[in-house]
């Protein structure tokens, strides 16, 4: 409409017609393509991978994900440690939400060794309180950081400053901001100090009101709007083509959640139901994520409000040095602020684990899904796209 | 759950069920059978969502051990299904064409463990590891300390504590020193 008010037409269009195919049949040669390598130096919030595009003017016909730019071979380093050394490497697997890993980590040699109904109830209500809390520091930067991509920086300042206090919480309960080694085999490894709930309540009240900030700055944008709105879209086809879980699946009416699906710890004493959307497209996964941000306060408060004040946070357990499992494989899963998180851990009866293997949601989102997200975005998207499918690359690599 | 195995033992050569947990179960097959498993298991069983494929290198036994997990979204339940296959000159069927992240997967795992799926997608391109050309690293054998200690200067002023030692110390002072030192080196 206003292209023809002022009487001129997109630079776009005078390019040669998009006829490329997707495919390795793109002949950079003929000068219609050009090759552009966006990362591995941070895009966007992502980080430590790349990703290879085939642009057409500016509309990508061709993507390819590159990781291993992190590769510290976790999985393998784990297999030639004690049980219990695993747990310092298993919490870099994820940097975003490390809390994850530590349980996966420390869940999986409970049920292995047995141990599994021995976690004191008090422990499996602080384990939710972290996994929780670390789903809140993670959607405090991943909601604004959305914006961000749009170039809507204010909102990711307030959220940093947010997610900080957080880290303030967790840091006076575990010792540590960002890597906490609190969930450990048996339970955890403190109990709330000291006026930990007043203070947590003071940070979510300020949070309550970032939420209603965060509101008006990027969903009443209309330059996210516009943006976001059709962009990248999932259909609910693509949810088990591709193995899409978490927010990217309930943005696109797919209700799944490991917290509902397989309730684990005490998520079944919580009142909560995952929000869903429609769409499917950034919009729709940011809405989610937005609403989910709400439902996370909400949880930490009913966490806090029905925990008991006082009981055993850790199962008496063997002499770590000499604790061996016997022969066995289990898989276990829970709901990180990205989607289903899962851990493969197989024991052989010796002192280590025979094989440890991690399944993140960034391993199908951001290399199959990602791929052919891409193809017809414009360049200036890509970042966007990227973000909105909460790729994390260290749980690619591993 | 067991119904379903019941009744999938016959035609699938079902060897060994493990119930590890009321809503996950780990079966093996032969080799030939396990992509048809997977095939029906996805179509005809409601096993939708592919959780992943994993690899677990027996050694001893001179095999390797290939997991594909699924997960049926209406029943709420997993099954791990497990097939045996050589370490010498390893090869698996491509399950590619059923599920697109397949690929990945074995594209990774044709890097770590070396084990080809002819026709796979992208199968031979380098995933984590450019330009590697040691053995597949994520095999038993494959000596991490040793190719560190070989290819990395060392750090002159660096101490460098035994785990276990350093652990012991730490956390049990007063044990005797009976515990064998731990071997990291393997």
């Given at each position: ?22 495919g ?20 966007g919030?992502t980080?430590?991978m ?28 784990i297999?030639?440690?004690l ?9 870099r ?7 994850t ?14 141990y ?5 109830e ?24 959305q ?26 309960l ?24 007043e ?14 900030r ?6 009443h944008?209309?330059v ?19 193995g899409i ?6 943005g ?9 699906d397989?309730?684990?710890?005490h ?42 004040e006082?009981?055993?946070i ?6 770590v ?34 094989r440890?293997?991690?399944r993140?949601?960034s ?6 899904l ?9 360049v ?9 499918l ?9 | 759950m ?16 493990v119930?590890?947990?009321?809503d996950l179960?780990f079966?093996t097959?032969?080799?030939g ?14 096993f939708?969502?592919?959780?992943m ?17 699924l ?17 010498e ?32 997608p992208?199968?031979?391109e ?9 053995m ?8 991490t ?8 200067f060392p ?6 504590n ?9 956390l ?11 071997d990291?080196?393997?």
């Amino acid at each position: 409409m206003i292209n023809k008010f002022l009487g001129f037409e997109p630079d776009k269009d005078k390019l040669p017609s998009l006829t490329a195919k997707i495919g390795d049949d793109i002949d950079l040669s003929s000068h219609k393509y050009q090759k552009i390598w966006l990362g591995p130096n941070h895009p966007g919030v992502t980080g430590n991978m790349a990703v290879e595009l085939w642009v057409q003017g500016n509309t990508v016909v061709k993507a390819k994900t590159h990781v291993g730019y992190l590769h510290r071979g976790f999985e393998k380093l784990i297999e030639r440690r004690l049980f219990v050394q695993g747990f310092p490497t298993s919490i870099r697997m994820c940097v975003a939400e490390p809390d994850t890993n530590e349980y996966l980590i420390a869940t999986c040699t409970e049920q292995l060794s047995g141990y599994d109904k021995a976690v004191p109830e008090m422990a499996k209500w602080l384990r939710m309180l972290s996994l929780e809390m670390a789903r809140l520091q993670g959607l405090l930067r991943g909601v604004p950081g959305q914006g961000g991509t749009f170039a809507l920086g204010l909102g990711v300042q307030w959220g940093v400053y947010l997610r900080d206090l957080i880290l303030d919480r967790f840091e006076e309960l575990t010792g540590a901001r960002v890597y906490h080694m609190y969930i450990i085999p048996g339970g955890v490894r403190g109990l709330l100090p000291d006026g930990f709930k007043e203070r947590m309540e003071d940070n979510l009240r300020d949070i309550d009101d970032f939420i209603i900030r965060i509101r008006k700055l990027m969903f009443h944008n209309s330059v996210f709007k516009k943006r976001a709105k059709g962009l990248a879209r999932i259909t609910p086809e693509m949810v088990d083509k591709y193995g899409i879980v978490g927010t990217n699946a309930r943005g696109c009416g797919v209700k799944r959640d490991v917290r509902k699906d397989h309730p684990y710890l005490h998520y079944d004493q919580l009142d909560f139901d995952p929000p869903t959307d429609t769409d499917g497209d950034i919009y729709a996964r940011t809405w989610v994520r937005w609403q989910e941000l709400i439902q996370t306060v909400d949880l930490i408060r009913q966490i806090m409000a029905k925990m008991p004040e006082k009981g055993d946070i850790k199962a008496q357990m063997p002499n770590v040095l000499h604790w061996k499992i016997p022969k066995g494989e289990t898989y276990v899963r829970l709901e990180s602020g990205r989607g289903e998180y899962g851990m493969y851990y197989v024991t052989d009866g010796s002192e280590k684990p025979r094989r440890v293997n991690l399944r993140g949601p960034s391993y199908t989102h951001a290399i199959a899904l990602l791929e052919d997200l891409l193809v017809g975005a414009d360049v200036a998207d890509v970042h966007a796209i990227m973000v909105s499918l909460q790729t994390c690359p260290p749980e690619i690599e591993r | 759950m067991k119904n379903l195995i019941e009744k999938l033992t016959e035609d699938f050569k079902i060897s060994d069920v493990v119930y590890q947990r009321p809503d996950l179960a780990f079966v093996t097959v032969p080799k030939g059978v396990a992509i048809s498993l997977v095939t029906e298991l996805r179509d005809y069983e409601g096993f939708s969502h592919f959780v992943m494929m994993s690899c677990v290198d027996w050694i001893e036994e001179g095999k390797f051990q290939l997991l594909y997990l699924l997960h049926n979204p209406k029943t709420k339940t997993d099954v791990g299904v497990k097939t045996f296959i050589d370490r010498e000159n390893a090869e698996m069927a491509s399950a590619h064409h059923l599920w697109k992240q397949v690929w990945t997967y074995q594209r990774e795992l044709k890097e770590a463990f070396g084990i080809d799926f002819p026709g796979s997608p992208r199968v031979d391109e380098n995933f984590v590891v450019e330009g590697w050309t040691e053995m597949p690293h994520m095999r038993r054998d494959f000596n991490t300390k040793e190719y560190s200690r070989d290819t990395y200067f060392p750090r002159p002023g660096r101490e460098t504590n035994d785990p276990a030692e350093y652990m012991r110390k730490k956390l049990y002072p007063n044990e005797p020193i009976t515990a064998k030192k731990q071997d990291n080196d393997k």
